[in-house]
Nanobody
């Protein structure tokens, strides 16, 4: 059974950086597309970034610049580096995986078959 487990969240001050990790297990081979999503309190889940099995990234237009997605296929781990964190980045961050379809612009939520339970990032001013 596929399992995705996020780590690396926590509390940071504005201007700081974090690297979130998502360890994937149970599949036996790499996903076609893996992505990061976040839910800010009171708002809908939104796509942050995705990366395909050729290491081609896709970023949400509104979030380009401070987010970097990467993966280590040997470790079956997905990463999200967030620089210059701002209070508005406070959210639950989720990783997701799709073993069927390539990444799509716009990061549609319903593309992904598997989701982690999320990890909280809190940014204080």
């Amino acid at each position: 059974q596929v399992r995705l487990v996020e780590s690396g969240g926590g509390s940071v001050q504005a201007g700081g950086s974090l690297r979130l990790s998502c360890a994937a297990s149970g599949a036996g081979y790499s996903a076609v597309c893996m992505g990061w999503f976040r839910r800010v309190a009171g708002k809908e889940l939104e796509g942050v970034a995705a990366i395909d099995n050729r290491d081609t990234p896709t970023y949400a237009d509104s979030l380009k610049g401070r987010f970097t997605i990467s993966q280590d296929n040997a470790k079956n781990t997905l990463y999200l580096r967030i620089n210059n964190l701002q209070p508005e980045d406070t959210a639950m961050y989720y990783c997701a995986a799709d073993w069927l379809n390539p990444c799509s612009a716009g990061l549609p939520l319903d593309q992904f078959q598997y989701w982690g339970r999320g990890i909280l990032v809190t940014v204080s001013s």
